[in-house]
């Protein structure tokens, strides 16, 4: 039976004694946009290379629409990929650049000057056939490196941090354009990133990697609200970690001890099946969704904190409190500016007595 897209089973891969990739599987669907994110040096690359054929792996499979493609040279695959620094040939005008992959596999002039003209007008570069590489910006060299990549529609797209090179607004502007693209096309993208923000931004689905193992796959909402252990909750996004201990277990929630803060209830993102009193864990609770004020909260069944205001950080969308809990340690608020004056509605100031306040299905029980 055929299995439409692509799929990655038990790729493991070593340079000497390093282990760089381990035991590592996932499938991706036909117009996915899939991304491997994690931190530099965890096995993205070398996954990719594997998946474009550059490099072979030590065991484990490579599919693409149920044909196994391990061991095809790269130009068999039908798989193109784009690397962080441009590669496009210096001496050959934009066009020139494009046309390349093209005119290798004979298309007729007059189809490639119609195709080109097509992408360009899409990648917002229309006027741009004759110039030169030296002569465009950095958001634009990388614009018609993946425009060179795409021409020919491989059906799977690799994406090696494409965008890693380039200032901060011209890479937004850009993951805005390569989505346009990715839609337009109907090609599956592999995207490699370690920016955490782009993959919640651009991804259909994440998996999130470390030490050469996948962690976790998902969808960024749930990568980002039910992450799998506290090395995914902490590389996604922002969050307050505590350790502690399970004291009792009650359906679907537990009571944990916290040195110094106290009793939290929390919940497991992934089922209570494993917890019981006396296991080590680590809580996870977003900044945002944590409540201050400077009155006691009323809402039933919370978890509430009494502590002090140490620092607060004006971010303009947003305000950062850093609350001391007792004697005990320090826990981050994000709270949105709504007033004009970017004030919060209580104008809460430097060491304010106040109370922090979340819900038990905001404090996320991880295994260390
Ligand atoms: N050709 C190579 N020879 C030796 N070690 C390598 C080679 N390529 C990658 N590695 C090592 O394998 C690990 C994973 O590398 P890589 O896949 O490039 O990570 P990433 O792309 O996530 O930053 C790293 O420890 C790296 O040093
Ligand atoms: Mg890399």
Known sequence: MSVAGLQVTHLSKRFGKKVAVQDVSFSVQPNEFFC???????G????LRMIGGL???DTGRVALNGRDITFDPPEKRDINIVFQNY???PHMTVYDNIAFGPRRQGWPEDRIRREVGRLLDIAHLAGYERKYPRQLSGGEQQRVALLRALITRPQVLLLDEPLGALDLKIRQQLQLELINIQDAFHITFIYVTHDQSEALAMGDRIAVMNQGRILQIGDPRTIYEAPVNRFVAYFIGNTNLFEGTVQEVVGAQARVAVPEVGDVWGVCPHGAQALRPGLAVTLSIRPEKIHISRHEPRQEGWNRVAGVVQDIIYLGVSTEY???????????????NLRPNGD???AITWDDPVWVAWRPAHALILPD
Do not use: D, Y
């Not at 850093?322 to 949105?336: A, C, E, S, Y």
């Open 55 to 57: 490099l072979m792996p």
């Open 344 to 346: 919060h509605a209580e």
């Open 44 to 47: 993205k690359t070398t996954i």
């Open 322 to 336: 850093i609350v001391r809990l007792g004697q005990g340690p320090t826990v981050r608020v994000f709270t949105q």
């Open 87 to 89: 590669a496009l040939f």
């Open 36 to 42: 491997l994110l994690g931190p530099s040096g965890c």
